[in-house]
């Protein structure tokens, strides 16, 4: 009998071929993780036992340097054993967890991998504990006498919080330990092929061969814009710039610009091509490209991507038709019929450009620096098919098509932010609404004069409806971090790094950190779950299979935590504390300032990265129960779209035709908090629109300051007018800023021929 069930007990363990089954990879990793955990245990117990001597251990070089120390709370005191004790549980721990892990991968590693392992394993503790030592003998005493030096006066003692002390301690320990760890990660990321010499020494600086200065005359026609769009495409042409490059003299060098000015046509004139039969004629049996090339500015950048698309094309024998969208307004607009007979569209644009008309085309929707330094690639796609198609209904906002391949850490990081922004704003909006309303409702029924301080303190509450609204809201509020975190950990790391986001997020929420911890969460988790899978790549076959399911959530989340508890919340708990303090703190007149740089930060770009920094600037102030900035950032985005649509009505003679007609419907948009509306207007017209609209946006975000203004709400424009605290004084900025701005481009903009 006893046979029998050592028999069935094998069975489960091991298959007929000699290998382990799921079932015993499971049973055997829960014992890996009874033994870490028995560890911990006994660590925590060992370790409370001598935790007063780890404290003075950790205090002395501190009393060394006559800093004394205080706790600020009754229970202080005590927790710091507790927590060292933990911490010093979790420090003898790890290695044993690492071991674990390497025991329970070694059956499916080659001896090499298996040697490679061990020793990554040895000189990564040995590494780590130089650095905190090399922290704890020379960094911080060195710190401590520095600091104390800068008293100042002789009745300032330098008392200190002891559970400040320890977080810096640890803070101190865990970046020099992680500092001293480098050598070793770039031989492991050598040995995976991802650095080497080559790849450590691009970008070490490039040398410049030809500069170019441009004088003009400020004149009507803004030659200067011509002149610099000219030279950037004539730059895109070798033969140019490798005549220039020989040039003896002055003349000669003089002589190759006139000539290649004399042979260029305008560069608009010539995308668009010949005549409409020629045209048709030429592109017959031909793969058919149109594009759409603009930037920010919309004078460089715009025509060389234009240009490369163009050879690009030209030289896979394509026909092909680019649309610019330059300072001067769209020229060679693709026509309906174009679009309907396109095998490809590529879109290299950083400005917002109108992508509705492309409804069920393939569209390729990248920067427009790959279409200057991409343009084979784009066309190889286009030709090659592979362009997913494009639909209208799930926005018209410029999205990577291609994200990873096409943009550069910068554009990444901004895409993957944005990723977790409109996430969490249904939360913010929906939960910031209920909350103001439940204000609303408390103040409309309850005479505040009547009630007792501590009544007041449940403002909000105090009636069932404005309770029932407020507890809804609160709930929604609280998903805002780890919403944000979560969303943004998906965009690196994709669906694994979902739940690991969420958590560091929530664990910001609960603590000090606050916003700035769950931006640094959702960056951290989804890099996480890429490291993850690195290493999961080296494990059997077996063990890959159940990856996301088992080794992602566990050890991402046990990661995501323990950086949280002690990387992440000490350091960006203090920053945001000391951000918190400072916008509490601030007087009259700093909020002013603050608000006229946040209101025209909005009207700088209107979509762009100045104004998605101040929104983010605003939301995770609403955050942090800061609700005047948000206040500030909503009018300034409001004022531009407002102003132009009046400046079309009260200076008509400074509009075109269509930019009349189309102006009205700025007031819809600009009610609505939609800053996009000016886009066009600023396109056309960027030196005299963006000045105007950035000094009445700037105005309104100072008066809504001066008022005292608040929302709770980050997005609604004239919808949420209602929960705006002070609403009447707020449509008063509201209005001084766009009739400021609509003056200025009546006052700025020239008159239309």
Do not use: W
């Amino acid at each position: 009998m006893a046979t029998n069930v050592k028999r069935k007990k094998k069975a489960e363990v091991m298959s007929d071929d000699g290998s382990m089954t799921l079932t015993g990879h499971l049973k055997e990793l829960r014992n890996r993780l009874i033994i870490c955990a028995a560890v911990f245990v006994v660590g925590v117990i060992g370790f409370l036992a001598i935790s007063d001597k780890l404290i003075d251990l950790l205090t002395a070089m501190a009393m060394n340097a006559n800093y004394t120390f205080v706790f600020l709370a009754p229970q202080e005191k005590l927790m710091q054993y507790f927590r060292v004790s933990l911490i010093a549980a979790v420090i003898v721990t790890i290695p044993v967890a690492l071991y674990q892990v390497y025991a329970f991968a070694k059956p499916g590693l080659k001896r090499s991998e298996s040697f490679f392992f061990r020793l990554v394993l040895l000189f990564g503790l040995a590494l780590f504990c130089v650095g905190v030592l090399f922290a704890y003998k020379v960094t911080l005493p060195f710190m401590l006498n520095f600091l104390v030096t800068l008293e100042g006066t002789d009745y300032i003692t330098a008392s200190i919080s002891i559970e400040s002390y320890i977080n810096l301690c640890l803070t101190m320990f865990i970046i020099f330990g992680c500092v001293f760890e480098m050598p070793l990660v770039t031989i492991i990321l050598a040995k995976m092929g991802i650095a080497n010499p080559e790849i450590m020494k691009k970008g070490r600086g490039v040398a410049i061969v030809l500069i170019f200065l441009i004088a003009a005359p400020n004149t009507e026609d803004n030659v200067h814009l011509d002149v610099l769009s000219k030279l950037s495409v004539l730059l895109m042409n070798e033969e140019f710039t490798e005549s220039l490059r020989n040039a003896k003299t002055v003349e000669e060098f003089m002589n190759i610009i006139n000539d290649a000015d004399e042979k260029e046509a305008g560069i608009d004139e010539r995308l668009a091509g010949a005549d409409e039969e020629s045209t048709a004629e030429e592109t017959t049996g031909k793969v058919k490209i149109l594009a759409v090339t603009s930037c920010p500015t919309g004078i460089a950048h715009t025509y060389m991507a234009a240009e490369g698309i163009e050879k690009a094309a030209k030289a896979k024998e394509c026909a092909v038709k680019v649309e610019t969208r330059g300072s001067g307004g769209a020229k060679n607009v693709l026509t309906a019929k174009e679009i309907e007979e396109a095998d490809g569209i590529i879109v290299a644009a950083d400005a917002q450009v109108p992508l509705d008309r492309f409804d069920g085309k393939k569209v390729i929707i990248c920067q427009v620096s790959d279409g200057i330094s991409k343009a084979d690639e784009l066309v190889d796609r286009v030709i090659n098919g592979d362009v997913p198609v494009y639909h209208a209904a799930n926005g018209a906002e410029v999205k990577e098509s291609n994200s990873g391949k096409s943009s550069g850490i910068g554009h990444r990081i901004y895409t993957q932010l944005m990723n977790g922004v409109s996430h969490m704003l249904p939360f913010v909006v929906g939960g910031g609404i209920l909350i103001a309303l439940a204000f609303l409702i408390d103040g409309l029924c309850v005479d505040m004069n009547a009630l007792s301080a501590a009544d007041r303190g449940n403002f909000g509450t105090i009636t069932p409806v404005a309770a029932q609204l407020k507890t809804i809201g609160n709930l929604a509020f609280g998903l805002m971090l780890p919403v944000l975190a979560g969303y943004i950990g998906e965009a690196i790391g994709d669906r694994p790094a979902l739940a690991v986001g969420f958590v560091g997020g929530l664990m910001a929420a609960n603590g000090k950190s606050g916003f700035l911890g769950a931006l640094v969460a959702g960056f951290v988790s989804g890099y996480l779950i890429l490291l993850l899978r690195k290493l999961c790549d080296k494990l059997p076959e077996a063990l890959e299979k159940i990856a996301p399911v088992l080794i992602y959530p566990v050890f991402g989340i046990l990661g995501i935590g323990l950086l949280m508890n002690f990387a992440v919340e000490p350091i960006m708990g203090a920053i945001n504390t000391a951000l918190n303090n400072g916008l509490t703190g601030m007087g009259g007149s700093s909020k002013i300032v603050l608000g006229l740089i946040l209101g025209g930060m909005m009207a700088i770009d209107m979509g762009g990265p100045f104004n998605k920094a101040a929104y983010v600037f605003g939301t995770a102030a609403i955050a942090a129960g800061n609700y005047d900035i948000m206040a500030a950032v909503m009018i300034g985005g409001m004022t531009p779209p407002c102003a132009i649509a009046l400046a079309t009505l009260l200076f008509k003679n400074k509009f075109t035709k269509s930019e009349r007609e189309a102006g009205p419907t700025n007031f819809v948009m600009g009610l609505a908090f939609i800053t996009e509306g000016a886009i066009p207007y600023a396109a056309a017209d960027p030196l005299h629109v963006l000045p105007s609209c950035i000094v009445g946006s700037a105005v309104a975000g100072a008066l809504s300051m001066a008022f005292g203004c608040t929302l709770m709400a980050p997005h609604g424009g004239i919808f949420v007018f209602p929960v705006v605290g002070n609403a009447l004084m707020y449509l008063v900025a509201l209005v001084v800023g766009t009739v400021i701005s609509a003056v200025l481009l009546g006052v700025l903009k020239k008159k239309v021929a």
